[in-house]
């Protein structure tokens, strides 16, 4: 069986090397903005351009052998800013992954300074891409971490370059409470009034938003991007209020690319919740991604020939057989073509150790 290949719609490469190792923190972490601070915000500190590199081509490799032919990037690394999105769609483009990649620029480290930074990198890697299957966009990590000054030319920047933001929108309370603290309805709004939220813009998690602020965002073109385990992981909620667009992508947010796992996963989060969404509408979700992927790359006969035979397994499983990006066999018989997957392991978990002596020495908090 021959099928359209799948889209993982908002994942974080940096944190492709956490399943080769990663130690708990000193202390557990009581809330989402301790567990940012605690784990992932230590750990995109501490990656630099070697531990990157080994971390993207494993995680790209693996998500091609689960079946998806495209993903959706959102990257931090505060202390490998400048070319780290080249490290990002060379790994992409060595073994065929189409992607649309950003930097999410922050000034939870450096202030404003850093998140002139970011936002140079997108520039710089929108302007000077010439990868036939990579994209760039504009990025915000998180309104709650930037303020109205780098929000305004984010959204400027994203008029300048024709392209489009992501960013992720209320994941977690405190989003919300940042934005009323700065005299806002909330953070949709604060990104929509202050013009960081063209048409087309990408909105990762969103379980906070309410189904009138979903219903806006869909009239004006957003996307919204559910990633359910994490959010399941991350004890932030169930975006419920998502059944109020059809414009709504399912991603794993740093999760191993294993979409059809993703969906199963949804389905029972939001049979256990009561969402009243419906079966047809939650697994549209899966393929709400080649919609928006098409939006990147002109249309949807750009994707024509991104797809994927699926045979079962001994066990009589479905797996990908054979996977074709733009033409391209990247994955035959079950094997990555050109790479061997063994040694893109190895060398992650050769690479790994050096990122958590890292880690370990960056105080929390901070």
């Not at 708990?24 to 500190?45: G, H, K, T």
């Not at 997108?122 to 303020?147: D, E």
């Not at 389905?267 to 393929?287: I, K, P, S, V």
Request: glycine share 10%.
């Amino acid at each position: 069986m021959t099928q359209p290949g799948h889209v993982n719609a908002h994942t974080h490469l940096y944190s492709a090397l956490a399943p080769y190792g990663i130690g708990a923190p000193s202390r557990a972490p009581v809330n989402f903005v301790e567990i940012l601070e605690a784990v992932w915000w230590r750990l995109d500190r501490a990656l630099d351009e070697k531990t990157l590199r080994a971390g993207t081509r494993a995680y790209v490799a693996e998500a091609l052998l689960a079946g998806p032919t495209a993903l959706v990037d959102h990257h931090e690394s505060p202390n490998f800013i400048e070319g780290s999105l080249d490290v990002l769609a060379d790994a992409c483009e060595e073994f065929g992954m189409r992607a649309v990649l950003t930097y999410g620029a922050t000034e939870r480290n450096g202030g404003r300074a850093e998140a002139a930074r970011g936002l140079a990198e997108c520039a710089r890697f929108v302007h000077g891409n010439r990868r036939p299957l990579v994209r760039g966009l504009v990025g915000l990590h998180a309104s709650f971490t930037v303020s109205d000054a780098t929000v305004r030319e984010a959204g400027e920047l994203c008029r300048a370059l024709g392209t489009v933001m992501h960013v992720h929108v209320a994941e977690d309370t405190a989003d919300v409470a940042d934005a009323h603290a700065r005299g806002f309805a909330g953070p949709y709004e604060r990104l929509r009034d202050l013009g960081a939220l063209p048409e087309g813009s990408l909105m990762a998690h969103g379980v906070w938003l309410s189904p009138e602020q979903v219903r806006d965002a869909h009239a004006r073109g957003l996307w919204l991007l559910h990633n359910p385990r994490s959010n399941a992981n991350n004890r932030v909620g169930y975006a419920r209020s998502l059944a109020a667009s059809p414009r709504v992508a399912l991603g794993t947010d740093g999760f191993p690319s294993d979409l059809p796992l993703e969906l199963q996963e949804l389905l029972a989060l939001a049979a256990a919740e009561g969402d009243t969404a419906g079966d047809a509408a939650l697994r549209a979700r899966l393929d709400a991604g080649r919609t928006l992927m098409a939006e990147r790359f002109g249309g949807e006969a750009a994707l024509e020939q991104d797809r994927v035979e699926m045979r079962p397994d001994a066990a009589g499983t479905p797996r990908p057989w054979r996977v074709t990006v733009a033409g391209r066999v990247v994955v035959d018989e079950g094997r990555l073509v050109g790479a061997d997957i063994e040694q893109l392991r190895a060398d992650a978990r050769e690479a790994a150790p050096g990122l958590w002596r890292r880690m370990e020495s960056d105080p929390w908090p901070r």
